[in-house]
């Protein structure tokens, strides 16, 4: 097993070298065996396509965009251990969420995966990845997961990645949305030392939608590091970036979201959101939202608010008869609920919802 | 019904633009060397600590790279910029002193008049030596010191020592370490305690040679509970060479005091303005900035406000207008270092013809802020879709007891608030006149009147139907 640093770019236009929000560095570490692992945990009905192989796929271009440069790109397709493609066929609507579970253990400590989604024509699903490992076993994590909506498909993409606090993960999502397709993701970044998440989506075809949703957890000491972007190409397109995140104890965050609206996507509307709930005085929180225009014809709106829990609101759950623990673990949900709700595995959100009020239980009560 | 754009007209230089011919009475070579260095100081008779630090800034700059961020810096070339340029005079603190070609160089740019009518004191530089400086006697008498850099240097010496390029150092970055080795001229500013100018304070900035730079440096404190308004102009004739701009601004804005920078940039669009502006401010203090970038081939400006002590407060006002070639980078720093400091940043851009505006800005609030307030508000209007507009902010924030807020907004004139403007009896074209003065209204309305008025004559429009 051999491993190598490295360092990423993560703004798609740099900035001053003081905050230290242009690059990030990363530690690539080989896998001892990069056939293919085990049997992967599908679940998926028989209408769906599922290969270890994507070779007849057109990709065209690097979904990812500017955040997996070509040493990363050449690691993952060097290293892969997980290779997966599942493509919806043309005019197909899969009614359960297709759900791969990939997991970390003792017995395979470094996961590369690869994922091909791609949704044919007028097709429709929701595809959901999850990212689970036994406790104690320092697993690594680099992936990437690439999806394709062709003309007027729809697809769902949630990703949830719940590895212990000593994992390493970093991960890279792509995503291009074809006219009159909708691709919306949905990431929830609740564990890993120091997470490198990144999503790059490209609305390529007129009327394209594209929404990007992030439940992110800081806790302990966690270090995330998130950036996330929108191009805008065809016209008409209408993109969102929205986040709710919650830090506490000595956790650190950065989260950069971009809109790039490129010139001739004229008529097409942007919004990044970001929300940050503060539970800890010792936490750090950085927020990087770039617009990008080369179009005049466009509306990109960008907000961001952070801050500690209401007083007064806390007052009154207290004053319903909650202790502050538990109105503090209620009030966590809340800020993340917009976002859980929009996943359709009830177990899924169950996960979510479960892992923030275990997280204020552990942490947040001294906020 | 043929589909035109609405046309907003480029500024009007004119006035600017005029130039008077190489009369200067001296100016070192090309480049910089430390021979070079050594010889700036030595025409200014300066004491040998100042010597001391600019060769320290020369070593500063040839060890730092360029910044690997920002507009495209490519075509300055060190080697062709002539550093230092004197003009065949000495300072004057009367008009009629001044040779005639540079008083009628201020004069057509009006700054004699304003002296008469609205000012408390005028500085005039012209390229790299203060010319003419003057201020009222009943402040004089107050123990108001405005005067430029080189007498400072001579007269306030121990307060020059112990502040200058202390609040900006020459480690900050490349050209501010270019700055401290080759600087020249510029103002200093001393208003005793509880001491209050009703009046603005001005310095203007002319750089007449082509090919130079120029590297003002304007050092300014007010002390505890006084206030002052400083204003600051620039402007250069456009020739076919590059010419640089590379100027410096400490402020140092004690307890309970308020100072209000003004700052109305014009230069011609073979400028490149590189100027770093800084302000420390101190318990209860305030500083206000007013920034208008209107010139310029390429401008990196970024007015960064230090809140050291507790209910420090700072807000900024910038509006950016680039059009065709320009690349004008500009927004604000704020760091909150303590208790219940607030920032305010309102920015606000219009780009047309391939113009590109960049807002960028950066917000830290120290875990010793607590209680800190800070919004930012940043608008662009994009006029066509040649040209670019781009907004990168970062906030960092290390306290849970702050209240930080940030909006952004990118787009065009609204065809919605077109509509409802006919249906209340507005012509197209009246409409978005006003929704165009509108846009800079809450910058036109921060300026002197006088900057104003001329604002809204460099904006001016011409409409011609439909936006599309």
Known sequence: MSQFETMLGRMPVRTWSRPRVNDAGLVLREPDDVSLAGGADIRASGQIIIKQSYDRTAFGEDLTGPFVPEGLRVFIEENTNRRHLIRIPKGYAEREPIVLTLHLGMESPVLVDDVVIEAEEDASAVVILKYTSDDGTRVQHFGRTRVIVRRNARVQLVKLQMLPN????TDAVGGVAQAGARLDVILAELGAARPLSSCNLILEGDGANAELDVVYLGDGERSLDMSYRAEHRGRKTVSGIYAKGILMDRSKKIFRDTLDFKSG???????????????????????????????????????????????????????????????????????VSSIVEKIPEASVRNEILGAVRRSIGKGGAKA | MKNQ??????????????????????????????????EISAMKNEPAWMLERRLRSLEVYNRTPMPAWGPPLGELDMDEIVTYVRPNTEMKSDWNDVPGYIKNTFERLGIPQAERESLAGVGAQYDSEVVYHNIRRELSSQGVVYTDMETAVREHEDTVKELFMKLVPPEDHKFVALHGAVWSGGSFVYVPEGVRLDIPLQSYFRLNAPGA????????????????????????????????????????????????????????????????????????????????????????????????????????????????????????????????????????????????????????????????????????????????????????????????GHEARIGRISDAAVFYLMTRGLSEEEAKAMIVRGFVEPIAKELPLEYAVEMNRLISLELEGTIG
């Open chain 1, 166 to 169: 000593d994992a390493a993960h």
């Open chain 2, 213 to 404: 730079g120029q590297f003002e440096h304007t050092l300014i404190v007010v002390e505890k509970g006084a206030n002052v308004h400083f204003i600051e102009g620039c402007s250069a004739p456009k020739y076919n060479v590059l010419n640089l701009h590379a100027g410096c601004v400490e402020l140092y804005v004690r307890e309970g005091a308020t100072l209000r920078y003004s700052t109305i940039e014009n230069w011609s669009k073979n400028m490149m303005n590189l100027n770093t502006k800084r302000a420390l401010v101190e318990k209860n203090g305030t500083i206000e900035w007013i920034s208008g970038t209107f010139g310029s081939h390429t401008t990196m400006l970024y007015p960064s406000s230090i809140l050291k002590g507790e209910g420090a407060r700072s807000t900024f006002t910038g509006i950016t207008f680039a059009g065709a070639g320009q690349n004008l980078d500009t927004g604000a720093k704020v760091v909150h270092l303590a208790p219940n400091t607030s920032s305010t940043i309102s920015s606000r851009s219009i780009s047309k013809d391939g113009g590109i505006a960049v807002y960028r800005s950066a917000v830290s609030i120290l875990p010793e802020a607590t209680g800190a307030k800070s919004s930012a508000v940043c608008e662009s209007l994009m006029m066509d879709s040649k040209s670019r507009s781009d907004t990168i902010p970062v906030m960092d924030i290390r306290s849970d007891e702050a209240d930080i």
């Open chain 1, 265 to 335: 996507a004229s008529g097409s509307k942007g919004r990044e959101e970001e929300n940050v709930l503060m539970l800890g005085r010792d936490v750090r929180n950085i927020s990087v939202p770039l617009l990008l225009c080369g179009e005049d014809n466009v509306e990109g709106e960008h907000a961001a608010s952070s801050g500690r829990p209401d007083e007064k609101v806390l007052f009154y759950l207290m004053s319903r008869g909650l202790g502050e623990l538990e109105a503090k673990k209620l009030l966590a949900q809340a800020a």
């Open chain 2, 5 to 38: 754009k609405t046309r907003v007209a480029d500024i009007d230089r004119a006035r600017f633009d005029f130039r008077d011919s190489d009369k200067s009475g001296y100016k070192t070579g090309k480049g910089l060397t430390a021979d070079i260095v050594a």
